[in-house]
């Protein structure tokens, strides 16, 4: 059995239990929520900046192509239409340039006058932009860029498949300004080599993680793609070994080079998982070319988290080690009189009267109810002691009831039996009715016949009137039976019907009569007889009436409900008379049962009875001039009415 220490142990540690690491589920699930929500608005800040730093170059370069443009400088190192070329090749390096050349107005080489940025230019807008060079452009610039830009593509899990094996295609930022001398126009045009720029990615890596308080840089990664492949980059394929020519995964290539969007999210770059961000760079014909990458390892945040995780399931076990004992030694004045309290219940069920739970030693509820305990075991011992005493009273008067009960007993066997006996010859004597009505024809056929032989005979009857008087003999002599018969079948017709009775006397005997049949069920029985006036009805036949009603209604109710009789004056027809009625508490008569009640053999009770009791009632009744009537009461239960007329 479950003792109450554990249950009050389970009742004050199941919200711990439960709900403790259900709340902390609930936290740390939104924790880890924010937090990683955090890193994304910290990588798209770190995005930003990436994209910032591009523009700030892209705007500085094409500055400084302009401001060389209108230098007076440029516009002395022009010799005709061609500037020198050691001035030019001076800016290119001062500049940071990859290419640096002069288009004079007009001039078409076939290399730069199908960019858009040369041809805003020659319409006197100074513009940059990024542009993808192939091969062939490159080719015809100054400074080998084409074997510069050339990177050889690595195999790269989760890339969309390609048969390609080199990337050479140039990424450039690309700028030209437009020359407007006194005497020369053209367009100067200039730009960056991005494949391979490993100090431009630098400067963008120290730019985002450089810690403006310590001065260190925290563990990130950017990238700048020319379409899907890694063209600078300071991602390690190993220790020492940049990852370019490796390509971005075929999910976010679709996600920012196929639908134009902007990637924050977990990423697996290379060889680890970053909180990544990509960025879609799209180039002077507004198509998008590559990518901006900006990446923190995944793996110092992903422990970090563990850490959190293991720190609150220890912090959560720990408080679980620490209340369980706590709470123990807390509840101990509430175990302590709880556990007295049914000890001394033990004691007392194997009958110890005398045992009490005493002082407690607190002054609390439960203190209260050890008081209150020990004062009704003090009164059950008493009571106990009474009842012992009463016992043995009630034993001395239940012997002496018991032979007087005996007595009764005997009596009411032997009443009984002739009830029994009653029943049985009412239903002999409506057999012997119809016997007695079927041998009255035979008997009168006889008769006639006898004397019609005498009528025919005449004289000659003389030598047969010893055998026709015999026959008159035996005739009468059984009309003499069948009278007999008659006379025991329909007794009310031969009994004396001036005899006049008080009803109410008549039915409380009845009662008396059955009383030992009410009295072996829970048979209520609620009389209201007053005295009224009385009716002409053997006394007898109307006690018979009665009895057979009561026990027909006690039979209904199985020995168990209420049984209603009462007297009260009622006029039919003009003719005052008395009606008792006889209600029980039963199931009622079936509606289909209603029309044969009265019929002689018919019974609802197949083996029990003979169905003669309700017929030899309802003779006698209305032997006397009265009906009996049954049906259902409106509140359940069979109702039986015998109206009998005033005397």
């Not at 302590?336 to 009490?356: C, D, Q, S, W």
């Amino acid at each position: 059995m479950t003792t109450v220490r554990l249950r009050l142990l389970i009742l004050a540690l199941a919200p711990l239990v439960l709900l403790m690491p259900l709340l902390l589920l609930l936290g740390m699930t939104r924790w880890t929520g924010d937090y990683d929500k955090v890193l994304a608005a910290n990588v798209q800040s770190d995005l930003r900046i990436a994209e910032q730093y591009l523009s700030q170059l892209m705007t500085r370069t094409g500055e400084e192509l302009t401001g060389v443009a209108e230098s007076l400088a440029f516009d002395v190192a022009l010799e005709g239409d061609v500037p020198e070329p050691q001035f030019l090749d001076a800016k290119r390096r001062e500049l940071g340039l990859d290419f640096l050349y002069y288009l004079p107005s007009g001039a078409s080489d076939g290399v730069g006058s199908r960019w858009p940025v040369i041809d805003a230019a020659r319409r006197g807008r100074a513009e940059t932009a990024i542009d993808i060079f192939p091969p062939e452009v490159l080719a015809a610039l100054p400074g080998d860029l084409e074997t510069r830009a050339r990177i050889d593509l690595i195999e790269t899990t989760a890339a969309v498949p390609t048969e390609r094996q080199v990337e050479d295609r140039g990424m450039v930022v690309h700028a030209a300004s437009p020359v407007r001398l006194p005497d020369h126009e053209g367009v100067l045009v200039g730009g960056i080599l991005l494949n391979g720029n490993l100090g431009f990615i630098d400067a963008i890596n120290a730019l985002v993680y450089l810690n403006p308080v310590t001065g260190g840089t925290r563990q990130g990664t950017a990238t700048l793609f020319l379409d899907d492949v890694r063209i600078s980059t300071n991602v390690r394929l190993f220790e020492d070994v940049r990852a370019l020519g490796t390509r971005v995964s075929a999910s976010v290539r679709q996600a920012v080079l196929d639908e134009g969007q902007t990637w924050l999210d977990r990423a697996f770059v290379v060889n680890d998982w970053y909180i990544s961000g990509y960025l879609p760079l799209t180039d002077s014909f507004g198509q998008r070319v590559g990518m901006l990458y900006v990446g923190m390892l995944e793996a110092p945040f992903a422990q970090a988290k563990r850490d959190a995780y293991l720190w609150m399931m220890a912090a959560f076990a720990a408080v679980m080690l620490l209340s369980a004992p706590v709470f123990l030694w807390m509840a101990k004045g509430i175990f302590a009189p709880l556990e007295r309290m049914t000890l001394t219940m033990r004691r007392v069920g194997r009958g110890n009267l005398a045992a009490r739970i005493g002082p407690v030693g607190a002054r609390d509820e439960i203190g209260q109810v050890a008081g209150h305990l020990d004062d009704l075991l003090d009164q059950v011992q008493d009571r106990d002691l009474k009842l012992r005493a009463w016992a043995e009273e009630l034993e001395d008067r239940v012997d002496t009831r018991t032979a007087e009960l005996r007595e009764a007993n005997a009596k009411l066997e032997q009443t009984f039996r002739q009830l029994v006996m009653s029943e049985k010859l009412a239903a002999i004597g409506e057999i012997t009715a119809g016997v007695a009505h079927e041998i009255n024809n035979p008997m009168a056929v006889i008769q006639g016949n006898v004397d019609v032989i005498r009528m025919e005979l005449g004289a000659e009857a003389g030598r047969v009137e010893t055998e026709l008087t015999l026959i008159d003999r035996q005739v009468m002599r059984m009309e003499a039976i069948v009278g007999k018969l008659l006379k025991f079948a329909q007794p009310s017709e031969y009994s004396d019907c001036a005899e006049t009775v008080a009803l109410a006397p008549v039915v409380e005997d009845s009662l008396m009569l059955v009383d030992h049949a009410l009295s072996k069920g829970a048979i209520e029985v609620q009389t209201d007889l007053p005295e009224l006036p009385l009716v002409a009805i053997d006394a007898g036949e109307m006690q018979q009436v009665s009895i057979n009603l009561i026990l027909n209604a006690a039979q209904a109710m199985s020995g168990r409900g209420h049984l209603w009789l009462s007297l009260a004056e009622e006029m039919r027809e003009g003719v005052a008379g008395v009606a008792l009625t006889v209600r029980d508490s039963g199931p009622g008569i079936a509606e289909e049962a209603l029309g044969s009640l009265f019929d002689p053999f018919f019974t609802t009770r197949r083996g029990e009875g003979t169905g003669l009791g309700l017929s030899i009632s309802q003779s006698i009744v209305q032997g006397a001039g009265g009906i009996i009537t049954a049906g259902n009461a409106p509140e359940g239960g069979a109702v039986f009415t015998v109206w009998l007329p005033v005397a």
